[in-house]
């Protein structure tokens, strides 16, 4: 299996050890999960990734990007310097970028400004872009568009949803304006998970993608707890279970779709 979205780079898992990150990756390996993505917010975390890529270096891979709330004015310049950062790690896809709104739109503009530029950047890098989205949709949408429109004849990249959260209806939205894949994580064992079972079930195994977000939102039997890559064997049952699939088929399929969308 494949964790698509996963933060074990931060120092919630050093734990005063230096191999902490480190041994997080091993315990995914054990646990069945052999490879990891793990996505840039700003530039602060690109060191961060870059060292645990350097020691798992066979079971890690990277995105750059700026992550939607971290956007200031100085965004263009932040953009350079993680590329810069992460271009020696051969990043598989630009991330995580996109719009969010849960904490008002006080930099919606701006956030507008980053998504486009860097989906423009990912047709250009030939690069997958992993997507957060949090209360924004329609945002996200208008995004596409207009990033479509701008790239012109050029091939548009591949589009991942991460820590889909969404309705049915977003789902059918999205879908007027993308073909995207969807990750989903924890939040769909969660007992007040609202439509997500629902949403899985419009997606169809074939544009899911597993993920973490680890080290938030640990799936049940874990909820509660600092999340980890490892937990992805909870999340992947609880997608078989809505959609009535074999776990090993729901496990080969995802890791397919994963491989194919990111390269790997």
Known sequence: MIDTHTHLYLTDYSEEDPEGCAKAVDRAVEAGVGLMILPAVDRESCPLIADLHSRRPDTTFTAMGIHPTEVEEDWREELAEIVAALRPTRP????????????GDGNLPLQKEA???????????????????????????????????????????TLVFHSFTGTPADVRRIREVCDPYFGINGVVTFKNSGEVPQAVEEIGIGRIVLETDAPWLAPVPKRGRRNESAYIPFINDKIAEVLSLPADEVAATTTRNAKEIFGI
């Open 115 to 157: 998504f486009i530029a860097q989906l423009l950047l990912a047709a250009e890098e030939k690069l997958p872009v992993i997507i957060h989205c949090r209360d924004a949709v329609e945002e996200c949408c208008d995004c596409i568009v207009e990033a479509r429109r701008l790239n012109g004849d050029r091939p548009f990249p």
């Open 92 to 103: 598989v896809a630009i991330g995580e970028v996109g719009i969010d709104r849960h904490y």
